[in-house]
């Protein structure tokens, strides 16, 4: 069930128990019912509130203050090598989806004249981005299913986001960036670095820190690329001209912050997810990857891996 609508089916479920279970409000009188038949749905309606609203809050994204940047140690010089790449010029539509709190849109906004767009599929995170930005259109939509036009923008920006949608979903993702760009618009796109060899030890920690944190969701739908998926499939949506940019740009992942932030603070959590990090290596070197081991901590340097297409 999706973070929003479990969160409405929880609310309207907790209202309706209250009225079911409130003799002042029913006086005991609903369609002939009898009181046993009142207290029984009010009590079905107050589980199921109770069970879609724990669902709603296990969606990080909803309502953690998930700072990415902060959790990927990713700097504003990052951010902006990969801004100026696009080449954006005065006037242009720029969209920056799956935007989170707007690293991106914010370094955007700097450029003069932009007529810039952010959306995500989670209000909370535009709430956010809405704080901090002030010239932008804001919309909170699914990347499957945009509410833009053909042909509307200059440049769509992707960063940290694909991977968050289920594999057989990413063409779908790329198809519908395809539409909302311009002829000849470009799309650019910020991922981890991965290759055939360490795609699996990689997605299998961070479904172990995303199972353990109670992120059902993302354990569920998450799927990192390799860096020949990204290729395959961008290619497979229509794109031409799909080149990959080396920027010197490194994600620096640790147990250490997805203990303060993930796991707010459970440092029970962050021993057993660092005892599993420790099994997968099992005393191998992690080719295509930095792996850093600290006292009571343990980095994973992956590079970003960046790419441009035209449509
Ligand atoms: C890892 S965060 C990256 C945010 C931002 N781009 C950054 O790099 O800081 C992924 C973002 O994608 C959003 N998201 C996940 N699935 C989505 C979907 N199907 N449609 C739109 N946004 C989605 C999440 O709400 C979250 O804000």
Redesign the pocket.
């Known amino acids: 069930m999706k973070g929003r609508t479990s969160g409405l089916i929880g609310i309207c479920s907790l209202i309706l128990s209250v009225v079911f279970l409130s003799r002042n409000i029913t006086g005991y009188s609903i369609a002939n019912l009898t009181q046993t038949s009142l207290n029984f749905a009010g009590i079905v309606f107050f589980l199921v509130g109770l069970l879609c609203s724990f669902i709603y809050m296990k969606s990080p ?1 909803l309502l953690l203050k ?1 700072d ?2 902060n959790l ?1 140690n ?1 700097s504003q010089v990052d951010i902006k090598k990969f801004v100026d790449i696009a080449d954006i010029k005065k006037g242009m539509y720029i969209l ?9 849109g914010q370094e955007i906004e700097k450029i003069d004249g932009v007529k810039l767009y952010l ?4 209000k909370f ?1 535009l709430d956010e981005a809405k704080k901090v930005i002030k010239n932008a259109k804001f919309f909170t ?4 299913d945009m509410p833009f036009k053909n042909n509307y923008f200059d440049r769509v920006f ?4 694909v991977y ?2 289920p594999k057989k979903n990413q063409v779908k ?1 790329y198809k519908e960036v395809l539409r909302v760009l311009k002829p000849k618009g470009l799309f650019l796109n ?1 991922t981890f670095l991965l290759n055939k060899n360490n795609q699996k030890f990689f997605q299998d920690i961070v479904r172990n820190k995303d199972k353990s944190a109670g992120f059902e969701d993302l354990f569920k ?1 998450r799927y990192f690329m390799t860096k020949d998926e990204v290729y395959e499939d961008i290619k497979k949506a229509g794109f031409r001209n799909i080149k990959f940019y080396d920027l010197n740009i490194y994600y620096t992942l640790s147990t250490k912050k997805w203990c303060e932030v993930d796991f707010q603070g459970d440092k029970a959590k962050k021993v057993k997810l660092g005892n599993f990090i420790m099994e997968q290596i099992g005393g191998k070197d992690i080719i295509g990857m930095e792996v850093i081991i600290e006292k009571g901590d343990i980095k994973l340097k992956i590079p970003a891996l960046i790419s441009i297409a035209i449509k």
């Open positions: 994204y998930r990415n940047a990927h990713i920056d989806a799956m935007c989170g709190k707007s690293e991106i959306s995500d599929n989670a995170q939509a699914s990347v499957l992707i960063k940290s986001g968050e949608v993702l910020w739908n």
